[in-house]
């Protein structure tokens, strides 16, 4: 089967050569074709070029995207998608004064959503998981990592990890499972750290292995959550079972875990609104990307991650959208495009940059995902006719998607 799509106002992301992810000074650069065609077949991106060079042969179907900007669909590396219920009573008790930690101090947080997801059976919560991944796919985003992490039991994270299993057979968009026992400590084990680590090591890494459940493993590294030593014993022991770490750090606090990610070959750490200078150094030369969540830091009123100051120092920088019932009910990653241009004073073609290409290197698929180049999968965005891409990012809140394609077919 091929489609050929033609007369395309620019077609962006267009890269002739693999490169894994953009870095620094290189993120400012869009590679893009005006007026070009994109030639698809089956489920991979067959040829590209300007329209002057479009071959004239049969096609099976033809799309015209006069005025229309093509781009790859989004790289989500950083998503809660699987959970159950929502927390919208913690959204209010944020509104009337009290604090991420206030709530989480009350039992709230990630333990109110333990408890929900412990009480919902397997079947109830993929139903309403699936419904945010179709929601996610009609925004545009085609390769996406779902974590674990509101089980924070065997049989929880078990259950949690086959719901995505579930959804990446059922689902054509790319789905990378990410193992988040250490998200928090359950109650029983506030004062017996090592034993829910025990546990962790123990008991739930093992049965993982052995369904092959997920690609990575991540802790929550913060004050008051995993310390950098706790969250060493878990980057260790998903080595042994071939998981690479992505890890929640500097989200709230800088207590040299980024240091400790990179001396573990860390491929990802993520949040990051609290960043030092120690931080970015320890970053610098490393294979680890640094992920930031821009709609968290909206959502709960906290730092931005400081974009400037890192694309300064050379270092890459992915965008993701977080999708949780805690700290970012949303996984629009326009949102997040937009969001990054308006407050961290990204350029619409680092923030583009950031979440396409740079997406797909912290889930560890830029060899198929994340640009406009021969042989990789055929996944787009085609837009409603724009002025310019700039206008993506620009008009923050209006839907500018007209479709979707995701291996080759129409999604939307
Ligand atoms: N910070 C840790 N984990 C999630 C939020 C978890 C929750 O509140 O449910 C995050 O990435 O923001
Ligand atoms: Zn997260």
New binding site residues.
């Given amino acids: 089967m091929q489609t050929l799509i033609i007369n395309i106002k620019e077609l962006l992301q267009v890269r002739e050569n693999h490169i894994d992810k953009v870095s620094g000074d290189e993120m400012a650069i869009l590679p893009t074709l005006k007026n070009a065609f994109l030639l698809l077949e089956n489920d991979l991106i067959k040829d590209f070029g300007l329209m002057e060079n479009c071959p004239k042969i049969n096609i099976d179907k033809t799309i015209d995207a006069t005025g229309k900007i093509v781009l790859p669909t989004w790289c989500d590396s950083h998503t809660?998608i699987v959970y159950a219920g929502n927390r919208e009573q913690e959204f209010v008790d944020r509104i009337n004064g009290l604090s991420y930690e206030e709530i989480a101090n009350r039992g709230g947080?990630?333990l109110n959503?333990a408890k929900k997801l412990n009480e919902t059976s397997e079947e109830e919560i993929y139903n309403q998981s699936k419904k945010r991944l179709e929601e996610v796919i009609s925004q545009g985003t085609g390769a996406v990592e779902i974590k674990s992490g509101y089980g924070l039991t065997v049989d929880g994270e078990l259950k949690m990890l086959r719901v995505i299993k579930k959804l990446a057979k059922n689902y054509p968009i790319t789905i990378k499972s990410t193992f988040l026992g250490a998200?928090a400590f359950p109650k029983e084990y506030k004062e017996n750290h090592s034993g829910y680590i025990d546990l962790i090591i123990d008991e739930m890494l093992p049965k993982i292995a052995e369904e092959k459940l997920a690609d990575f493993i991540d802790a929550?590294l913060?004050t008051g959550y995993f310390s950098v030593e706790e969250t060493e014993r878990i980057m260790e022991a998903g080595k042994k079972y071939g998981l690479i770490s992505k890890i929640?750090v500097n989200?709230f606090t800088a207590i040299n875990g980024i240091e400790a990610c990179v001396k573990h070959d860390a491929l990802s750490v993520d949040?990051l609104e609290i960043v030092t200078d120690e931080d970015i150094e320890a970053l610098k030369n490393s294979k680890t990307i640094a992920v930031a969540?821009p709609s968290?830091s909206y959502f709960i009123s906290i730092p931005y991650t400081p974009a400037r100051k890192m694309l300064n120092a050379g270092l890459p920088l992915a965008l993701a959208s977080?999708f949780?019932?805690?700290?970012?009910p949303s996984g629009n990653m326009n949102f997040v495009v937009a969001t990054a241009c308006i407050k961290m004073k990204m350029t619409p073609e680092e923030a583009i940059n950031a979440a396409t290409i740079n997406g797909a290197y912290a889930m560890d698929i830029s060899k198929t995902h994340g640009s406009i180049t021969k042989g990789k999968k055929a996944n787009l965005i085609i837009t409603k006719p724009l002025n310019s891409f700039y206008e993506i990012p620009y008009c923050f809140g209006s839907n500018l998607i007209e479709s979707v394609i995701i291996n080759g077919k129409n999604m939307i």
């Fill in positions: 809660h947080g990630i959503s998200h929550f913060e929640h989200q949040h969540l968290c977080d949780n019932p805690g700290t970012t």
